[in-house]
């Protein structure tokens, strides 16, 4: 994941006197533009939008994908939650007590603040949160097997979908992705991704076989293993 | 504010072994339940729920409610946002850096973490940030008003309805509360409260005429006089 950092530290200070966020492509829609949100109202599988989105969060550091999208998914799925004083004695996961000595062994924090998550690495602190997570590398799926699974996923109450992708296979910038998706709506066969940088992009719904081809990309920081998807149950 | 905070930290000590959030009255309706869920997909004006929805947050520290809520406005107002290497030279609001020395002249932060924020200091904490924002204190409005005010800023693309209620009037624990409106909901006469304590609650579906009597009440840390509501607009 090294490259999205650097390239994306330059590409920010070039364009940010103009935008807020970076500028979307045509190809995808936000969730908070007049389509996206009638998407939303219409879609045809949306049942985990609705867990995850009260939980939605941003992701607070440039390799932080993965912890956040952690975050969500714990908070989602109503595993025990560390308890604060700041939250008045009940709990909340965020992106500082996600991390455990038992996620220092799947992959030191120290080390994941240079390099981020693989997904295989995120499975394994999925693990280190005693919940299931079962990975599925892309070049070992399909289009149709991922349509399927992961529908089905955002429409049962045991289990999230998040996908792992490279943001230039759906025309942003640039480097390996982690995020949950929302939502599926099937007239424009577009899944909705929940995207944790919400500096950068704001949710945005993707053809399925974009993504799909997305997430079939070679992670260097997995020995060139495609990247693809997790499905998360307790 | 301050019982609220002290009569929190009871509570959750007492009930956090058996209860991620705190339990829900039968009045209010979740948006993550089933019936939650289709109201906001059959919701007569639900345009402000994208745009702030996508910046949903929760309060980092008890007293937080303003800052909390304050953040999710201007990053959904495009308020020009503060830039920072954590993200990657683009900006977010949080609830660091809605602190400013302008906010410090409205209510000094140290001061804010004991008492929070009045429905007055709200108003003054964005006029901190050069944005508008409108007071309606609900002694001097009535429901028909705050009906009517509140749905066609929900639908309108230039302003956002910010609450200030007691907790205790809508069935909830317990003191002053502050948070944005997403949704309104016609036939159940509903507005949908994008509650940003979500280690509490989550967000709430609750009648327009709950709602009313509960900003209808004095707030001690404001003269006496009572909570009520904020259009903020660009
Ligand atoms: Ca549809
Ligand atoms: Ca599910
Ligand atoms: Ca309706
Ligand atoms: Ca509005």
Redesign the interface.
Known sequence: MRPFLSG??L???AI?ASA???PLPQSLIA??SAE??RM??SSEA??DY??L??????Q???AFCGPATIAMVL?AL?V??P?S????????F?QENVFTPETEAVKPRAVLERSGLTLDELAGMFGAHSVQAKVHHAEDSSLDAFRSAATASIEDDVSFVLVNYLRAGIGQERGGHISPLGAYDAETDRFLILDVS???Y??VWVEAATLFDAMNTPDSDNDNRSRGYLLVSR
């Open positions: 994306l530290l590409l920010g200070s940010v807020e966020t970076l969730l908070n996206g949100g939303l109202l949306n049942a609705f867990d989105g009260i939980h939605f969060t941003n607070v550091h440039p908070n109503e025990e939650r308890k004083d700041m939250t008045l004695g009940l709990g909340l965020d919400r500096y950068k704001p949710p």
